[in-house]
């Protein structure tokens, strides 16, 4: 009978299914100026993948793939692009549904495509539905061909009478047919964030996921490298390089099949997240963001890097500020009058603000420690009696703007909201309570809870509109797993947590456009580009020891772009010297926390030169081209490069680390100058009163010159910079 239903309901939405003849072959291009990914309608009508690679040149060639490869046997050797549950695919499927009548297989029939020119490329839509029950599904791809990026997101929805229930819904599906598949992972933890390791995947699957929550990123991030028919290099070889646009739970799948295909699904993690859809509602899953280097990571990273400052990252064209930061110098310990003295001395180095960090609110629990105040976002009436405004007035009168830390997603027991709203979070009812840094994460499925951490910020701002600049933290991953608010529904719980979170910040980035955030979580958790579409930049680490920011920022400049990654001078291993430390945060969105008194008159000069330096450099920092030219993970060295757009003005930052007695030092020949230009060579940051000694200083060098013979900038010292300012003459 259920059947039956399903069936008329079919016949009601006038759906056919009709053998396509082979004269009406429908070809879909998904193409870069690099990159083709080329799907073919079979016979059978349903949408096969027919090629993933470099761009073939010539259409004609399309005719001359095939939807169905040779195979081994007993596989029929068809790459369906999204597979679907219950079918003759063998493998991980990318939508798994259990429709209402308890059927859980699906088969998708292409219906009909359309290509819309949008900002910088084109949308490819591609509509599918199944041939016995009432179910859509929407592939989408938007392709970037100048940035060589594709981004590719789903969406399901049904007329079935009854709800779905959907187990799987990948955002997209890809196969790769290569020799060999070596997969680098970013995995690691607080403070060890993004620690780059490779392996060669092998028959079966390997699965990158996390089930945090919220700080959803902590042990894994949310982008993978594949190196094809070899490891990934940096400078040569094919790789594919991917990342998923969600800020809670994600999977990578990687699977690799009896033929020696991978496949590769990127989504929501469905674990505890069976999601019971209903009719007339679309299911959208998070974008997949992807390029394919012919030439290595190196160039995917411009490729990825150039893609989001000009189409994804808030304000991705606008200026960053440098900033004073108090979390490492002054912890929870300051008040209205040491506050006022560290503005007068952010103004003094050359910084255009400084920045609040955690402690300044809570009142009936004020937040003088970590476990308690969390939720009650009023100033601290002891320490800071003049409270925001005056934090703001102090701040114009010395010259800076001011920007303020806030957790708005979460709460100690030991505040007034929690006394308030204990049924606002997330938290089981009848068992023994499990805290993470003494705190509980806000349900954000609860749009009352939305109204709340929306108020947060908007607050602060109708209040005090000289806010210029908001650091939005996230400490704890979800505990006691349970959502008041979704009840018996909760396996919609931590996709509707996240799409809260999103709801929040669509009213914040609509009402307050302008103002730039810093996403944080605990260091580096969070760190993916539907978030960056409301923030500006994002904490790397709380790891500021610039040894070990050499390799966490090496990680995540594969996949950001230096301008979305926010790095500062601190205290963290002060066996460095201030100069190393801050030549290891230049390369970023440079910024201080660090207690300005404790240094020397010669060093906090030589801060002042380099924050002078790096904002005449900007245009190459922030904005331009990067080259990442030695490895961290290869040598006992760094070098990293910018060149501006116009191939007039670079910058060099060269690393030792930890070299080997007499070792050898490695080449450093630049890369992504005008080889007819002649460019200045000069040591730039150097400690009052010190001379160069670097070889080739004051040259004037050609690019040709630079960039096959190089530079001799590293040296045998320890913990050691140089950074070299390119002038074209
Ligand atoms: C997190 C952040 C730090 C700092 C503290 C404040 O750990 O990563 O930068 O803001 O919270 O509690």
């Known amino acids: 009978m259920k059947q039956l239903l399903c069936l008329l309901l079919t016949a009601a939405v006038a759906f056919t299914c009709n053998a396509i003849q082979p004269s009406e072959r429908k070809i879909i291009r998904i193409t870069t100026d690099n990159t083709e990914l080329a799907f073919e309608v079979g016979p059978d009508r349903r949408l096969y993948q027919t090629y993933f690679g470099p761009r073939l040149l010539s259409e004609e060639d399309l005719k001359n793939l095939s939807w169905n490869r040779p195979a081994g046997a007993g596989s029929t050797g068809a790459l369906e692009v999204y597979s679907t549950s219950g079918n003759e695919d063998y493998f991980e499927p990318a939508l798994g549904v259990t429709h209402g009548n308890g059927n859980m297989t699906t088969y998708l029939y292409y219906e009909g495509s359309s290509v819309e020119n949008i900002d910088g490329g084109t949308h490819t839509r591609i509509n599918m539905r199944d041939d016995r029950c009432p179910l859509s599904v929407t592939l989408n791809y938007v392709v970037y061909p100048k940035e060589n990026v594709i981004k590719t997101w789903t969406e399901i929805s049904h007329r079935e009478k009854k709800p779905v229930s959907l187990f799987r819904y990948a955002s997209a599906m890809l196969y790769l047919n290569a020799s060999e598949y070596w997969l680098t992972e970013f995995s690691g933890d607080w403070a060890k964030e993004v620690r780059m390791s490779q392996e060669q995947l092998r028959f079966g699957k390997k699965i990158l996921d996390t089930k945090l929550g919220s700080r959803a990123a902590m042990h894994v991030s949310p982008f993978f490298e594949i190196g094809l028919d070899g490891p990934v290099r940096e400078h040569s070889g094919e790789v594919l390089m991917g990342t998923i ?11 690799i099949d009896n033929v020696g295909n991978l496949r590769v699904l990127p989504g929501i993690n469905p674990y505890a997240s069976t999601y019971e859809l209903k009719a007339g509602e679309t299911f959208t899953t998070p974008e997949f963001i992807f390029t394919l280097s012919s030439e290595g990571a190196s160039q995917g990273s ?16 606008g200026k960053r500020m440098t900033l004073l930061n108090n979390w490492e110098n002054t912890g929870f310990s300051f008040n209205q009058e040491s506050l006022t003295g560290l503005m007068k001395e952010a103004k003094d180095l050359g910084v255009d603000m ?77 068992r023994k309570t499990y805290y993470y840094r003494n705190q ?16 947060v910020v908007d607050n602060i701002l109708r209040e005090n509109p ?12 979800i505990t006691n797993i349970y959502s008041p608010y979704c009840g018996e529904r909760q396996g919609q719980f931590y996709i509707d947590h996240v799409r809260g ?16 955030m810093m996403l944080c979580s605990g260091g580096g958790a969070r760190c993916d580009y539907e978030a960056l579409k409301y923030f500006t930049e994002f904490w790397c680490s709380d790891n500021t020891d610039p040894v070990e920011r050499a390799y966490i920022q090496w990680g995540f400049s594969q996949f950001f772009p230096a301008k979305a990654m926010a790095a500062h001078v601190t205290g963290w291993n002060r066996s460095t010297s201030v100069k190393f430390r801050t030549d290891m945060a230049s390369m970023c969105k440079l910024g201080f926390d660090i207690g300005l008194k404790e240094l020397s008159a010669d060093e906090l000069e030589y801060c002042r030169e380099a924050v002078k330096n790096w904002k005449r450099l900007e245009g190459a920092i922030m904005d331009g081209t990067q080259y990442r030219l030695v490895s961290p993970y290869e040598t ?60 080739q200083n004051e040259k004037i060098l050609s690019g040709d010159y630079l960039m096959k013979v190089g530079l001799d900038m590293f040296s045998h010292r320890h913990n050691n910079s140089m950074v070299v300012e390119l002038t074209a003459q």
């Not at 000289?466 to 991953?477: E, I, L, Q, R, T």
Request: glycine letters at 8%.
């Open 440 to 455: 509980l994460v806000l349900d954000m499925s609860n749009p009352k809870v939305q109204d709340h951490v929306f108020s």
């Open 636 to 695: 006992n060295h760094m070098a990293v490069e910018y060149v501006n757009t116009a191939r007039n003005s670079g910058v060099v930052f060269a690393y030792d680390l930890s070299p080997r007695f007499q070792g050898k030092l490695p080449v450093l020949r630049l890369q992504g100058l005008d080889p007819a230009k002649k460019y200045l060579v000069r040591e730039i940051n150097l400690m009052p009163g010190r001379k160069s000694s670097f070889i």
């Open 245 to 255: 646009g969600w800020t809670g739970n994600f999977r990578f799948t990687f699977e």
């Open 354 to 430: 400084f920045l609040l960090d955690d402690g300044w609110f809570g009142n009936k629990y004020p937040r003088s420690n970590d476990r308690a105040g969390l939720g009650d976002w009023e100033a601290t009436r002891d320490k800071l009696p003049g409270g925001i405004p005056a934090l703001v007035s102090a701040a114009g009168e010395a010259g800076v703007k001011f920007g303020i830390w806030i957790e708005p997603e979460m709460v100690n027991p030991k505040s007034e909201l929690y006394e308030k709203h204990p049924d606002w979070v997330i938290e089981q009812p009848d």
């Open 302 to 317: 411009r490729n990825l890097q150039a893609w989001a400052r000009n189409h994804s990252l808030k304000d991705g064209l």
């Open 501 to 516: 979170i999103y709801k929040v910040l669509d009213r914040i980035k609509e009402k307050y456009p302008e103002v730039p």
């Open 466 to 477: 000289g806010v210029a600049y908001f650091k939005w933290d996230c400490n704890s991953p």
